[in-house]
């Protein structure tokens, strides 16, 4: 399967700080990555689309000037938190949009590993 | 109304069990379904994906969609302790965003 990286695996900031997490998609290129956010034994609720070359679509009640999202290549989404709280301490996923191609009919969503926020 | 409804068990059963994990959705513009698996703290995996209604097996897994009830399910031959994990079901949007279930923790004990 295709293989997508997040760094870092895990952060520990101050409040008040910003905190910036990269999503790498390593072996094909991807248009489109998306950002989710996982509470403890929860299931994974969409932050924003993010589109290269162009601004992010956030999904509602989403602060977009709070998680700043950068698409800046093929391969790589940036997720900025800024000026976290201890409320944002979560655990958030991206995935990165594979096109169909070969014997794999549908576009999929590869998930990378995550990166687990704790804000004191 | 939740778009895709899932079980979030537990669902304790033992080694070598036949494991189905079920899921419904109610938009019925829903083409494409995924299961993904996801082990604690880690970002899920995608395990098979479904396109309408039928089945798909791969291995000791068998996805299958009933697009006429609107309902989803995964079965797991044989299961294994290493298959203890959270199964999540998706169904892709004409945007393609997943729209996930809650998840259903499965424990398969030795």
């Known amino acids: 399967g295709a293989v997508v990286s997040q760094h870092p695996s895990r952060v520990i900031c101050k409040s008040g700080t910003s905190v910036k997490i990269e999503c790498r998609s390593l072996d094909f290129q991807a248009t489109t990555m998306f950002w989710y956010r996982q509470f403890p034994k929860k299931s994974l609720m969409l932050m924003a689309t993010?589109?290269?070359?162009?601004?992010?679509?956030?999904e509602q009640g989403v602060e977009k000037d709070k998680f700043l999202i950068n698409h800046a290549s093929l391969t790589l989404s940036t997720l900025t938190v800024t000026s976290a709280h201890p409320e944002d301490s979560s655990f958030y996923i991206c995935?990165?949009?594979?096109?169909?191609?070969?014997?794999?009919?549908?576009?999929?969503?590869?998930f990378g590993p995550g990166t687990r926020l704790t804000v004191l | 109304q939740k778009e895709v409804e899932q079980d979030p068990g537990p669902l304790s059963v033992p080694e070598g069990a036949i494991v189905s994990l079920n899921c419904t959705y109610s938009n019925s513009a829903f083409q494409y379904f995924m299961w993904y698996r996801q082990y604690s703290r880690k970002g899920p995996e995608l395990l098979m994906y479904?396109?309408?209604?039928g089945n798909k097996e791969d291995g000791r897994f068998t996805a299958q969609v009933d697009k006429s009830s609107k309902y989803i399910s995964l079965f797991i031959r044989d299961s294994q302790p290493s298959d203890s994990a959270t199964y999540l079901c998706a169904s892709m949007d004409s945007s393609y965003k997943l729209i996930f279930g809650s998840g259903t923790r499965l424990l398969v004990r030795p």
């Open positions: 479904t396109y309408s209604s």
């Open positions: 995935s990165a949009r594979r096109w169909a191609s070969g014997r794999i009919r549908t576009d999929t969503q590869y």
């Open positions: 993010s589109n290269e070359g162009s601004k992010a679509t956030y």
